[in-house]
């Protein structure tokens, strides 16, 4: 069984259990269910903003511990006065250490987009997304079924929220891919074997529609990749381990967004 089974069999039965202890009645009575929500879309293609979706996450089941003592206070704050378009919380505890309050606690302190990082399974996770402040979810096309995906979608829409839908491969885009969909990701990580490699999003650049945001997920860490990224018609980063396994990701951040809004202006004047 690789990594990915293991999150989904866990996290199935996560859910079931959740489900049975907090019904979604309960959920939509949170003071967060009926805020309004903030367009990740709109954000992450706002030329004057970076196009960084800046993660919070601790752990992951590659790495291990990336961050053990980081505060979702302080990154996120210090994420977005970085200049990150939008903030990502890894909300699985199992196996990445994050929590629903990471979120809530993201929420309270800051107005821009939030995705919800998690293995989303059933509408019970989209309900409950919306009731701790998310903004949009990860819907994870390795994870679904093709038709289990985009009702998912669908669902997601009707409670106003935003789906990003995580890609590997073109099988999967061409199978999972629908108009209650708003931003595809590329994930350059395999998510069976950990290995990751840029040019996964770049050989599927040209096969997403441009109706839809492209975003690149996942082993980004130069500013020289970005570019590339940018040329290749993605508007969307999306970072983590690279700003976390710092002691000070909210700064590291800070640093990175500079030097890439540096080599983006050199490469306007030089074009």
Sequence with gaps: ??????????????????????????????????????????????????????????????????NGSAKPEKVSIGYMQAGASALSILTDQEFFGGSNDDLKTARRFNFCPILRKDFVLEE???????????????LI????????????????????????????????????????VDLVGVNNRNLKTFEVDIQTSID?????????????ESGLSKVDSLITLKNAGFEGYLIGENFMKTSRPEQAAYTFIKDFREALAKEKVNS
Excluded: W
Aim: glycine content about 4%; aromatic content about 6%; some cysteine.
């Design 124 to 138: 019970y996770q989209i309900i409950e997304a919306k009731s701790i402040g998310a903004d949009a979810i990860l």
């Design 1 to 66: 069984m690789n990594i990915l089974d293991k999150i989904i069999e866990f996290k199935a039965r996560e859910v079931a259990e959740k489900s049975s202890l907090v019904p979604t009645k309960l959920l939509e009575r949170s003071i967060f269910f009926d805020s309004e929500v903030v367009s990740l879309r709109q954000y992450v293609t706002d030329p004057e903003k970076s196009g960084i979706i800046a993660e919070f996450k601790r752990k992951s089941p590659s790495k291990g511990l990336i």
């Design 141 to 180: 096309a390795a994870a679904l079924e093709p038709q289990k995906l985009k009702s998912l979608a669908y669902f997601a829409k009707s409670l106003g929220l935003e789906v990003l839908m995580e890609v590997h491969d073109a099988d999967e885009l061409d199978s999972c891919l629908c108009d209650g």
């Design 204 to 216: 599927l650049a040209s096969s997403i529609p441009d109706s839809f945001v492209k975003v690149s």
